[in-house]
């Protein structure tokens, strides 16, 4: 037999081959080339056919009763066989002295992981714990699968082969779970045994010339067909091909189920979430309710409860007249057609704060015109009423015409005397108005002691005379003006003065806020205090004091 001829005995037979070393036969006699000889050292099994036949066509199989349990295999057409029957049993595991059978058959559980053998690829079966399989079919653990796989390929990259389409880790076999069929496998048997290494060659004598022409075949010993392996190998790549496209699909099946799980989780929680604003908004709007209900009830009691007092108060003092204190304050530093002042506005309102303190509801205008003057005298006027307690301050121009004493509006232009008495406010009006109101008590302050401004301007209007002419009040009232008849009121005690107030109203506001004092002694010593300041500077300014008060008052309670 040539080399060429034992290479092409179907691989099967050769694995089953001893190593022999290299025989050379001695060439023979003529007369027994017509014979049909034997090749030395080629054991035949079974009735003159491979294993590998004997494997394909046998339908036998071992009595699985017998099988030891490691090695029984359990098929995904239902059947089951023992790994011995299958020529898979005797491969050798990749990088050890052992076969399949023997690594099975210890008490150990385990995987199998094969490579697709080609030329550049060898067999390999790959062997490892898996412990956490407990028996369930690989195609239902995603996660088992990728592990069984990278271990494989961790295998074959330490052979020192990398894995590409031809070369490829497929796993077979799971804890003696099979992912083909019992006959599928047998067919694929084959290429493992093909992938063994080859037997090593049986060197023959070279026969006589006349043996030449005629090469000895060793009987029973089919050669197995090209046509027939690569028909094999397209079923075997069409088998991984679906069992990948397999894999793939209920992978995808799986990450589809998990993306709709997570979205349906996110839907839910999203509901659960606004569901829950929804409830705590209902309960903060009703908690909000009761409390809006709870105040209204509170307030409708209070209500009740101050309507009954106030009716007690009622029955009990029906002929006692409440007295309120109600305050006017006007000052005007803006004059438009005489001189400007420097403090009235800052006397006016120093004055609403300390009648503020003293109890009084002041009604404050600053730079006011005669239009709306008269028309605040007259508000004013109106509100006030029997028994209240009554304070009248202003600070700006003042002027006497025979006799009497005129406060001048904002915009009073004074052409002529008459003009000057229809548009100026006569102070003894807005006094006798307060006595027909029938007030308890009329504080009338007066800051308009200065010189006629109508004769500085080069008129002839009016008094020459410094000041306002003395008044006579009537009962319940008491007059002020910051100067006595012919003095002027000093604005300020000159240039290193720093107040912003005049000399009396600065005086007159600080002494309205000592507590329990009368108010004629309050005026009394605002007086004492004015004079002293304005003889330090060697001016004379004396208050002028027109007192008609029946009874003691005190302003600072």
């Known amino acids: 037999m040539t080399r060429e001829g034992l290479q092409n005995i179907d691989a099967r037979w050769a694995r089953q081959l001893s190593q022999p070393s ?87 559980q385990g995987s199998m992981h094969i490579t697709t053998g080609n030329a550049s690829c060898p067999a390999l079966i790959s062997y490892f714990d898996s412990s956490s399989s ?24 330490d052979q020192g082969f990398k894995e590409t389409s031809d070369c490829q880790c497929t796993e077979l076999i799971d804890n003696g779970i099979v992912a083909v069929t019992r006959d599928e496998l047998r067919n694929l048997d084959p290429r493992w045994t093909r992938q063994l290494p080859q037997p090593s060659p049986v060197v023959a004598a070279a026969p006589p010339a006349s043996s030449v022409a005629a090469p000895i075949t060793p009987p029973n010993l089919p050669v197995t067909g090209q046509a027939q392996n690569q028909k ?43 569901r829950q604003q929804e409830r705590q908004a209902r309960e903060s709007s009703e908690q909000k309710i009761r409390q809006e209900q709870a105040e209204r009830d509170r307030l409708a009691a209070e209500n009740a409860r101050l309507r009954a007092e106030l009716e007690a108060a009622r029955q009990t003092s029906s002929n006692i007249k409440m007295a309120f204190r109600k305050a006017l304050v006007i000052g005007i530093d803006g004059y438009k057609h005489i001189p400007r002042l420097a403090t009235a506005r800052q006397d006016a309102q120093a004055m609403t704060s300390s009648l503020s303190a003293a109890g009084f509801t002041v009604s404050q205008y600053l730079d006011i015109g005669e239009k709306d003057m008269r028309a605040a005298l007259r508000k004013f006027a109106a509100e006030v009423e029997g028994g209240d307690e009554v304070a009248i301050f202003f600070a700006g121009h003042g002027v006497q015409l025979g006799g009497l004493n005129y406060l001048i509006p904002m915009d009073v232009s004074g052409e002529s005397e008459g003009q000057l008495r229809e548009d100026a406010i006569p102070l003894q009006r807005i006094l006798d108005d307060m006595n027909d109101r029938k007030a308890k008590l009329t504080l009338a302050v007066i800051d308009a002691c200065r010189d006629n401004p109508f004769r500085t301007a080069g008129r002839s209007i009016g008094n020459a005379s410094r000041g306002l002419s003395p008044t006579t009040p009537a009962t319940g009232q ?34 309205m806020r000592k507590r329990g004092v009368p108010i004629d002694q309050v005026v009394r010593s605002a007086r004492t205090e004015v004079v002293r300041l304005a003889r330090s500077i060697g001016h004379e300014q004396v208050p002028a004091i027109y007192d008609q008060l029946v009874g003691e008052f005190i302003l600072m309670k």
């Open 134 to 157: 407990n028996g369930q079919n690989f195609f239902n653990r995603p996660t088992v699968q990728r592990e069984s796989k990278r271990l494989c390929q961790r295998f074959l990259s």
């Open 22 to 108: 290299p025989i050379v036969a001695a060439a023979p006699p003529a007369s027994s080339l017509a014979a049909t000889p034997t090749p030395p050292n080629l054991p035949i099994t079974g009735q003159a056919q491979s294993h590998n036949n004997v494997l394909a066509n046998n339908a036998s199989y071992t009595d699985i009763g017998k099988c030891p349990v490691n090695l029984r295999l359990s098929f995904t057409d239902g059947n089951r066989a023992c790994l011995t029957d299958f020529g898979l049993s005797e491969a050798v595991i990749s990088g050890s002295n052992k076969t399949v059978k023997n690594t099975l058959d210890s008490p150990r």
């Open 478 to 511: 008491i007059v002020i003006f910051s100067a006595g008849n012919g003095q002027r009121a000093l604005d300020s005690l000159g240039p290193q003065d720093r107040d912003r107030n005049g000399v009396f109203t600065r005086v007159f506001a600080q002494e």
């Open 232 to 274: 094999m190998a397209q079923e075997l790549a069409q088998l991984e091909q679906r069992l990948q496209q397999d894999r793939s699909d209920r992978l995808k099946e799986v990450a589809d189920a998990t993306q709709a799980k997570r979205e349906l989780e996110e839907r839910l929680k999203s509901e659960a979430a606004l």
